[in-house]
């Protein structure tokens, strides 16, 4: 494994929270860290950071899958659940190499593929994907009503 991958543990939980307000805005410092500890005691997830010297510049959090994931063909799927680098430190393949260590996870726990999503307006995370070696599978438009009474 590559020095600068560090696996998660309890140490990491600002890191993990600093750089996920990032990522998911709309959640609060509390779900985040709720979240990363329910991760940690998961034998289905994973979070990878990649550190530089003494700073961590990116994370990613894996899981294994069971149910369907869209354009599957085995199951267990492995699956990035959030992927992000802190914008000072892209486009330098932080992330590749975290996904391609997830990769060597993943395959040690059966899983044959991995699958991923973003919403259609990411482009950056669009071309991050591809560059990684994901194809398209789908594209999928999700909708919601409110029940009125």
């Given amino acids: ?47 990878l950071f990649y550190r530089l010297g003494t700073e961590f510049v990116s994370f990613i959090h894996l899981s294994i899958r069971v149910d369907y994931v869209e354009g599957t063909e085995s199951t267990p799927t492995g699956y990035i659940e959030g992927v992000y680098v802190k914008p000072e430190f892209r486009r330098k393949g932080y992330s590749a190499k975290l996904v391609e260590v997830g990769e060597l996870w993943l395959k040690k726990k059966g ?10 307006d990411n482009h950056v995370s669009y071309d991050f994907h591809i560059g990684v070696g994901f194809k398209e599978s789908s594209r999928l438009i999700a909708f919601i009503k409110d029940i009125k009474g």
């Avoid at 600093?18 to 410092?29: A, G, N, R, V």
């Avoid at 899983?111 to 259609?120: A, E």
Wanted: proline share 2%; hydrophobic share 35%; glycine share 2%.
């Fill in 1 to 47: 494994m590559d020095e600068n991958v560090v696996v998660a543990s309890n140490n990491h939980i600002d890191y993990y929270t600093e750089m996920s307000l990032d990522l998911w805005p709309e959640s609060t410092k509390e779900e985040l860290q709720e979240s990363f500890q329910e991760i940690l005691a998961s034998n289905r997830d994973k979070i």
């Fill in 111 to 120: 899983c044959k593929q991995i699958g991923s999503d973003i919403h259609l």
